[in-house]
């Protein structure tokens, strides 16, 4: 998912990363059996209004099947064939527990009409489409309408009662190298504590896009390391550290589509190549000092001028 310049992070794309696989997914699945002929499963197509199904068998998920794979089997006249025959096996899924991006990337990556949903075990726990990402969104902003209006005022406001040469409200976070399912949970945190502090919900969006993009690299690429905020009156500063190989050249790195991520991690709907490019667009500022075998520094500046 692309973000082209700084401040043009958009509620939707925000939302994106908010809201979870699990919130926009179908629970009720229709699913067929691999042994029903292609003839039974045009059956169930029509029965229920759909365009493709899991295929399960004893419980588990075995593969998937369209109604392109219909049409292709009555050209074909063999109609007779059966399901486990023409169905596509190991297919492409999405985890239910995981931000909305990921099917968003996917979508648009692969161009399929839906993606079987599992939980971290593998089982299959709902199926989504295009629309119900959609429809999520639109469920969601329905939501968030009235509290952003409500909030629409510059975030100096927090420290008007505080009297004192400096201020600065700093925030610390560690974050765990290789465990991706506890990935967005530093972001989350952040996102929820400028929330209570009144902090524009239009710069909230901002640092949530950008410091979810850069714990992920860092759950991804490194050894661990941690996210340090600072709030004051006129910015929020967030600072990345992490131990790890480094960045051997961070130009190459900021070019949107690059990556080195293993194909494990491309599979789960990480490493696309587009993180630092978002960061940057996300910031008023940024410093990225890497040194290879060492770490690196990644440095983000948000003002807080929004009106």
Not at 37 to 45: D, H, N, P, S, Y
Not at 258 to 276: H, I, N
Request: aromatic share 6%.
């Amino acid at each position: 998912m692309e973000l082209r310049t700084a401040k043009e992070v958009t509620k939707l794309q925000a939302l994106a990363y908010e809201i979870k696989v699990e919130q926009a997914m179908v629970k009720e699945v229709i699913s067929v059996s691999p042994q029903i002929t292609m003839a039974e499963f045009g059956e169930v197509l029509r029965a229920n209004r759909i365009s493709g199904a899991p295929v399960v068998e004893d419980g588990r998920m075995v593969g998937v099947i369209s109604i392109e794979d219909l049409i292709k089997s009555l050209e074909a006249g063999e109609m007779s064939a059966l399901v486990g025959d023409r169905m596509t096996s190991h297919p492409e899924t999405l985890y239910a527990d995981k931000p909305l991006v990921h099917a968003v990337s996917k979508f648009s990556k692969l161009r399929f009409g839906r993606f079987p949903v599992v939980n971290q075990e593998g089982d299959l726990v709902g199926i989504i489409t295009p629309g119900d990402v959609a429809r999520a969104v639109l469920r969601r902003l329905e939501v968030d309408y009235h509290e952003e209006e409500i909030h629409r005022y510059r975030a100096s406001h927090i420290f008007e009662d505080i009297i004192a040469d400096d201020i600065a409200l700093v925030f610390g976070y560690r974050v765990a190298a290789g465990d991706i399912s506890l990935a967005g949970e530093a972001s989350s945190g952040l996102k929820r504590t400028l929330g209570r502090l009144g902090i524009h919900p239009s710069v909230i969006r901002r640092v949530s896009v950008a410091t979810y993009e850069a714990e992920m690299n860092v759950v991804i690429f490194t050894d661990g390391g941690e996210i340090v905020a600072e709030v004051r009156p006129e910015r929020i500063k967030i600072e990345v550290l992490d131990k790890g190989p480094g960045i051997a050249d961070i130009e190459q790195a900021m070019q949107p589509g690059f990556s080195t991520a293993p194909a494990w991690v491309q599979e789960m709907g990480f490493g696309a190549g587009m993180g630092l490019p978002n960061i940057h667009a996300c910031s008023d500022k940024m410093q990225l000092d890497s040194t290879v075998g060492v770490g690196t520094h990644l440095e983000i500046i948000i003002y807080l001028d929004e009106k």
